[in-house]
């Protein structure tokens, strides 16, 4: 089982805490970024944390909280090679990730309550990217990277 990296902001620590034990639970290996306590951090630190991980194969996988999952997204999104999903439903968790190869999943711990955020996360975690038609597009995603 692939290694998932999680981080949040001092918004997003109680959530993180519960996907972490639901994580736990499941017996996926987490490596978990941080922080531990809700003092005041800057969320594009923490995105930092967990798209490194994801780029240089620590994990294969990162999960993102922070208030709304806006400010994880656009700063995860920044970064070369991944593709950050806001999701507030397991059906756009699925999706990113079978039509978009999304390989982070960006949550809004101020919108998305503990049990619905278990199972975005488990849609997440349980697809597969399609490939076909899907692939040109994500092929388009990282010519748009090169261009940068």
């Known amino acids: 089982m692939a290694t998932i990296a999680i981080a949040a902001d001092h918004a997003g620590v109680a959530l993180k805490a519960e996907l972490v034990a639901e994580l736990a639970k499941l017996g996926q290996p987490t ?3 941080g922080p531990s306590d ?21 994990a294969s996988l990162g999960i ?17 090679g991944i593709r950050a999903a806001l999701s507030r439903s397991e059906f756009e968790a ?15 711990a101020r919108v998305t309550g503990g049990a619905l955020a278990i199972e975005i996360m488990k849609a997440f975690l349980a697809a597969s990217f399609e490939g076909g038609r899907h692939a040109k597009r994500v092929e388009k995603i990282t010519q748009v990277e090169a261009q940068r």
Do not use: E, F
């Open 94 to 108: 699925r999706m990113a990730v079978q039509h978009n190869d999304a390989n982070v999943l960006c949550l809004g």
């Open 31 to 33: 490596l978990d970024l």
């Open 38 to 58: 809700t003092s005041s951090v800057d969320y594009p630190d923490y995105a930092t944390k967990v798209t490194a991980a994801v780029t240089d194969k620590r």
């Open 64 to 80: 993102l909280i922070c208030g709304t999952g806006t400010g994880m997204a656009i700063t995860a999104n920044k970064v070369h």
